[in-house]
């Protein structure tokens, strides 16, 4: 099986500098992906690393280390409309996404 | 819009009675899924389709939960004799192989659904 882990619930400033932090197990890793999810709606795609490493895009970036099984997202110059749950997904071979339960942001002025 | 599209948004149905909820995927995407949301919990994959071959179903999905892909395009997920632990957000998706970021996962609106 696989087993995600991120923390519950974390807090920022506008302005400031988030990292949230992903670890996972599994077998036949293919892909880690991260999504945005505001309240009541549907999540959005941020980012997808398979290699090590760090991709970039605007104001987030998501990390991958395999070996250690554990991934990143960071988010600069927060703004109040990054106040959403973010959540870690793992693809196995070529199977579906298993997710964690999100990781809630709340940025407050 | 070109996105993925559900329908009903959102459904008040009473316990025991059958729902069916409607997907329109993106065009050009060949794979399709549904995922089942609750509150405080990411989404649980519920099953899958690559055009209209059922390739991959969660053991959450009980035998009261069909879902069909009859034409590789729309699909359908039905539930029969709700109970109210069924009250959640059904979220479809879709995706294409090969497209460059991994066959990203792109998921709709998601329609709601409360038993009472």
């Known amino acids: 099986g696989q087993n995600i882990d991120q923390p519950t619930e974390m807090t920022a400033t506008e302005g400031a500098i988030v990292q949230i932090n992903c670890t996972y197990q599994t077998s036949g890793f293919n892909g880690l992906f991260w999504y945005q999810q505001h309240a009541g709606e549907a999540p959005t795609f941020l980012s997808y690393n398979v290699l090590d490493g760090l991709e970039e895009k605007g104001r987030f970036s998501s990390f991958l280390s395999r070996s250690k099984g554990y991934s990143y997202l960071l988010l600069k110059e927060l703004q109040m409309k990054d106040s959403a749950s973010y959540l870690c997904?793992?693809?196995?071979?070529?199977?579906?996404?298993?997710f964690g339960k999100g990781t809630m942001l709340l940025v407050s002025p | 819009d070109t996105g993925v599209s559900q329908d009903p948004r959102h459904k008040i149905t009473k316990r025991g009675q059958n729902v069916t909820f409607r997907c329109d995927p993106i065009?050009?995407?060949?794979?399709l899924y549904w995922y089942r949301q609750t509150l405080g919990q990411g989404p649980e994959f519920l099953t899958y389709?690559?055009?209209?071959?059922?390739?991959?179903k969660s053991r959450l999905l009980s035998d009261r939960f069909s879902a069909e892909r009859p034409k590789g395009s729309f699909s359908t997920l039905e539930i029969q004799r709700t109970e109210q632990g069924d009250s959640a957000m059904y979220l479809c998706?879709?995706?294409?192989?090969?497209?460059?970021?991994?066959?990203?996962?792109?998921f709709g609106e998601g329609s709601w659904l409360t038993v009472v």
């Open positions: 065009s050009e995407h060949n794979r």
């Open positions: 997904a793992v693809r196995s071979g070529y199977s579906t996404l298993t």
């Open positions: 998706a879709s995706s294409s192989p090969g497209q460059f970021s991994g066959n990203t996962i792109y």
């Open positions: 389709f690559q055009n209209e071959a059922q390739l991959e």
